[in-house]
C-alpha cells in the first residue's frame, strides 16, 4: 500500500497541467500595481508622508554639501590672507608711513627673522601663520596701496559669501 500511494502522489506532481496559467498571474499582478499607482495618485496625504521621507535625506545631503562649499570658502579665504601678507611684506617701505600697522608688522618681522636664523623658518608652510597675521593686519587696516586692492576685493567676496553659507546652514 505504501508504495500504491507513492505512485498516486508522484503522478498528480509530474502531470501539473492543471491550475490557472501563469500569464493570468502577470496580468493580475499588473492590476494591482495599476490600483496601487492610482490610489498613490488619489491619495494626497499619502503623498505629502512620501515625500517627507526623502526630504529629511535631501536636507542632510544638502547640509553636507554647504559645509563642505563652507571650509572650501574659509580654506581660500585663509589663502588671500597668507598672500595679503606676502604682499604686505614686499610692499613694507609704504607700510611704514602708517602708524597702525608698523608696530604689529615690524614685531611679526622681528620674530621672523628669528625663525629664520634658528633654521626653523626656512620652509614656506612653517612661514604661513606669519604671513596670515600679516594679511589680518593689513586687512584690518586696509592702507590705500594700489598692488593690495585686488586682494582687499578679493577677501571681500569671500567673506560674503562665507557669511551667506553660513545664514544658510543656521536655517537647516
Request: charged letters at 25%.
Amino acid at each position: 500500500m505504501n508504495k500504491v500511494e507513492v505512485a498516486y502522489l508522484l503522478s498528480s506532481a509530474e502531470n501539473q497541467k492543471e491550475g490557472l496559467p501563469i500569464w493570468i498571474f502577470y496580468i493580475a499582478l499588473c492590476a494591482i500595481l495599476l490600483l496601487l499607482f492610482l490610489a498613490f495618485l488619489h491619495n494626497k496625504d499619502l503623498r505629502n508622508k512620501i515625500n517627507n521621507i526623502f526630504l529629511v535625506y535631501k536636507k542632510r545631503f544638502m547640509k553636507f554639501g554647504l559645509v563642505a562649499v563652507l571650509r572650501h570658502q574659509e580654506r581660500k579665504k585663509n589663502k588671500l590672507l597668507t598672500q595679503l601678507g606676502q604682499q604686505g611684506v614686499l610692499a613694507w617701505p609704504e607700510l611704514k608711513e602708517i602708524s597702525e600697522a608698523t608696530f604689529e608688522i615690524s614685531s611679526l618681522e622681528k620674530k621672523k627673522q628669528s625663525m629664520k636664523e634658528s633654521g626653523r623658518g626656512q620652509n614656506s608652510a612653517q612661514l604661513e601663520p606669519h604671513y596670515q597675521a600679516i594679511g589680518l593686519i593689513i586687512n584690518k587696516i586696509r592702507p590705500g596701496i594700489e598692488v593690495l586692492t585686488f586682494y582687499y576685493s578679493k577677501l571681500d567676496k569671500a567673506e560674503r559669501r562665507i557669511k551667506i553659507l553660513k545664514q544658510e546652514l543656521e536655517n537647516f
